[in-house]
């Protein structure tokens, strides 16, 4: 059943829509002008949702689009039989090969054929079926939008996955460090607690790129390679930054245990010793119970710096 | 006091991670869609937008975990996509075109240098230095310098005939008085091009793009010339029939990517060489031949534009055409080619392809890495370039987006509006 047609609420001036329209190569999935304009104003309403928007400004806008993917997006959307052939014989390798790469070899095919049902949209909304392609609005390329689904789906089934897991294995999952820290010299474990906050302060005074810098290389177990695609460097400068950024939290750690917090350098030392003993021994589990948790998979980090 | 350690600890890298795991929110709230993530991974989204993003991901596990999934997922090498329409790769027609374009200017320069009468003519080595072995593009560029006579004075010896410099290359009777320009030489040196093995000629009419074109091709050495911090000697003979027409209003149709063409006088028959698989040309006749004239000529004006860039309509439904080429010169039109407005580039380095979205903004460019890009159609910037090897060629959807390819077929791509760039591996997934 095509979906019905919702009004216009004339976002898009009509020239603008032509310019648009054209670049878009609708025309090749039997796309109407019409259906195009309320995916481009769709694109808008979700851009400036919360910002004054100006002709000018919109007309911006929207040649930065990839409009023809929208289109793509749009006629697939609509169910196309054209553009949904060419979708699946363009994007289905792609798919597949992205989500065995999030999700594993096993578990990847299976993420990937989860997510057609939701592109072309099995659920009606006021006498519409509602897809997912509706919901890309053309600001980023096809084939990266698929991967940030899949991506966001693989961590959607691995929270429920979690939720649903016996409290049994919760218990052997995250075993209690504190029971094996208890027996630990107090003024130790006080050192220890001590550079522990102090060296949460030092990364939450390191601006957003630093950041996410460290966590991908840490957490997410990033190479240097690929943290330079999500930052958009070269590698040899994330291993530059990396570097410089552990250098300065090490500095800024030790100098705030010295200034705020009067120790001396031999304190220091054995403060930073003691977190590290501390740390030693969960932290392992910790990292056990994050591989297995939020994110399924995970790769460890395949470079140094 | 110095850090304890300033190399690398593995243990003070636990102490990190185990910080960061603590400092992260894995709770999964208030985080941006699919959408505007992607957009931010593939730098799409405006400064602001990508701050805001940046500074939630920067202490949201759940965002990290899907710009890791990103990186990790990303094609390493991909296929072409199938599309019903077959159509070529964007750049493989700029690939060659600009090369061939670049020898076509060559050899027109050769030709109109060595072989019409009364033309542009460079004083270069005597005959004897040449031998009775044809004259070639290199014999030229090796006997140029030594040829070149002291940089005297800053102003034209004589009002020339002929308004402007790039106008003034035209045929006449030999018997024509001589116009001498002299060109001032301060730009940086640019590379010579490769000259052609094998060439071809083809004989056609003039058209009135030759009139713009010729004065690029005859002067497309020019650059390298004024490296030398020397002068160059073009000698103008005004032809019977040429014009005095005002240098302000050249005309020239729109030549698309041909600016191989050479300009010539009203009624003139001209030769033009292209490249071809064939034996090589009859040699030019000996450069001594010709004899040259020294003479002075601000530099810019010797270097017509000679590749084009025509937009779309633009909102206003005007379009807009810029030309483009040796020296840094960059032209605009906005009636269709009928005039030309010379537009100050800032460089002058030699400019190989132009994109332009819309006709206000256009993108350019050149040799070592040279990236321009106008946003009001009339002012010039040089962008910050991801390399300082020559481009070959670019392709701009807005002012903010743009693909260029350099000549070691390296893709780079920004959607930041030049501020920075990413190396684009030919993604043809989609």
């Known amino acids: ?305 | 006091m110095k850090p304890t350690d300033a190399n690398r600890d593995p243990a003070f890298d636990r102490l990190i991670a185990r910080g960061l795991e603590r400092e992260t929110d894995a709770s999964g709230t208030a985080c941006p869609d699919a959408d505007l993530l992607a957009a931010w991974f593939d730098r799409s989204l405006s400064a602001l937008e990508s701050e805001r993003i940046e500074a939630h991901a920067s202490s949201c596990a759940c965002c990290q975990q899907v710009l890791a999934d990103l990186a990790r997922s990303e094609p390493e090498v991909t296929r072409a996509a199938p599309t019903p329409a077959p159509a070529r790769p964007w750049h493989w027609h700029w690939r060659w075109l600009v090369p061939l374009a670049t020898a076509a200017v060559v050899i027109v320069v050769g030709t109109r240098t060595l072989r019409a009468p009364g033309t542009l003519q460079v004083r270069a080595a005597p005959p004897a230095a040449l031998g009775d072995r044809p004259a070639t593009w290199v014999d030229l560029q090796q006997a140029r310098p030594e040829s070149r006579p002291p940089a005297q004075g800053a102003a034209a010896t004589e009002a020339p005939a002929v308004p402007a410099a790039r106008d003034s290359v035209s045929a006449g009777a030999p018997a024509a008085p001589r116009k001498e320009v002299e060109f001032a030489r301060a730009a940086p040196p640019v590379p010579p091009p490769a000259a052609p093995d094998r060439l071809a000629e083809e004989k056609r009419e003039p058209t009135r793009a030759d009139q713009m074109a010729l004065p690029a091709a005859a002067n497309a050495d020019a650059p390298r010339n004024m490296a030398l911090a020397e002068s160059v000697t073009v000698a103008v003979t005004p032809a019977p029939a040429a014009p005095a027409q005002a240098a302000t209003a050249r005309t020239g149709a729109p030549g698309g990517l041909g600016g191989v063409a050479g300009a010539k006088a009203d009624g003139m028959t001209e030769k033009v060489m292209v490249v071809a698989p064939t034996p090589p040309a009859p040699a030019p006749p000996p450069v001594a031949a010709r004899p040259a004239s020294i003479a002075r000529e601000p530099a810019a004006l010797s270097l017509a534009p000679s590749l084009m860039a025509t937009s779309g309509t633009g909102p206003t439904g005007t379009t807009a055409t810029w030309r483009y080429g040796q020296g840094g010169v960059i032209e605009r039109s906005t009636d269709r080619g009928q005039t030309w407005e010379r537009q100050a580039s800032g460089v002058t380095t030699a400019l190989a392809a132009g994109s332009a979205p819309t006709d206000r903004v256009c993108w350019i460019v050149g040799e070592r890495g040279v990236v321009l890009r106008t946003t009001d159609g009339r002012t010039w910037r040089r962008l910050a370039s991801p390399t300082v090897g020559d481009l070959a060629s670019v392709r701009a959807f807005s002012d903010s987006n743009a693909t260029i390819i350099a000549s070691d077929r390296a893709e780079y791509e920004t959607t930041d509006g030049g501020t920075t760039w990413r190396r684009r591996q030919p993604d043809n997934w989609n």
């Not at chain 1, 032509?18 to 002008?33: E, G, T, V």
């Not at chain 1, 104003?41 to 928007?53: D, G, H, L, Q, Y």
């Not at chain 1, 089934?157 to 979690?162: G, Q």
């Open chain 1, 1 to 305: 059943m095509p979906p019905a047609q919702t009004s216009r609420v004339g976002l898009v001036d009509e020239r603008l829509l032509d310019r648009a329209f054209a670049r878009s190569n609708s025309p090749r999935w039997n796309l109407s002008r019409d259906s195009f304009a309320r995916a481009l104003e769709r694109s808008i309403a979700s851009r400036f949702a919360t910002e004054v928007k100006t002709p000018a400004v919109v007309s911006e806008y929207v040649d930065s689009l990839n409009l023809e993917e929208l289109a793509l997006a749009c006629a697939c959307a609509e169910g196309q039989v054209s553009a949904w052939a060419y979708f699946i014989e363009c994007h289905r390798p792609g798919l597949r090969a992205a989500a065995r790469a999030i999700a594993g070899d096993d578990a990847g095919g299976e993420l990937a054929d989860s997510i057609y049902a939701e592109l072309y949209g099995l659920e009606e909304r006021d006498g519409r079926r509602r897809s997912l392609f509706d919901y890309f609005h053309g600001r980023s390329r096809l084939s990266t939008w698929l991967r940030s689904i899949l991506a966001q789906r693989n961590i959607d089934r691995a929270r429920a996955a979690r939720r649903t897991r016996p409290l049994d294995e919760h218990d052997e999952a995250a075993p209690d460090t504190r029971a094996a820290n208890a027996g630990a010299d107090p003024e130790r474990r006080r050192f220890a607690e001590l550079a522990q906050r102090t060296l949460a302060a030092a990364i939450r005074s390191l601006g957003p790129p630093d950041r996410l810098r460290l966590s991908s290389y840490y957490l997410q177990g990033l190479t240097l390679a690929q943290i330079g695609r999500v930052m958009g460097e070269h590698e040899a400068t994330v291993s530059r930054k990396l570097d410089r950024i552990r250098r300065a939290l090490r500095v800024n750690v030790e100098r705030l245990l010295r200034e705020e917090h009067h120790l001396s350098d031999a304190q220091v030392q054995e403060c930073l010793e003691c977190a590290l003993e501390d740390v030693g021994m969960d932290l392992d589990e910790v990292l056990e119970e994050r591989d297995t948790g939020i994110g399924g998979r995970q790769e460890k980090a395949g470079g140094s710096f």
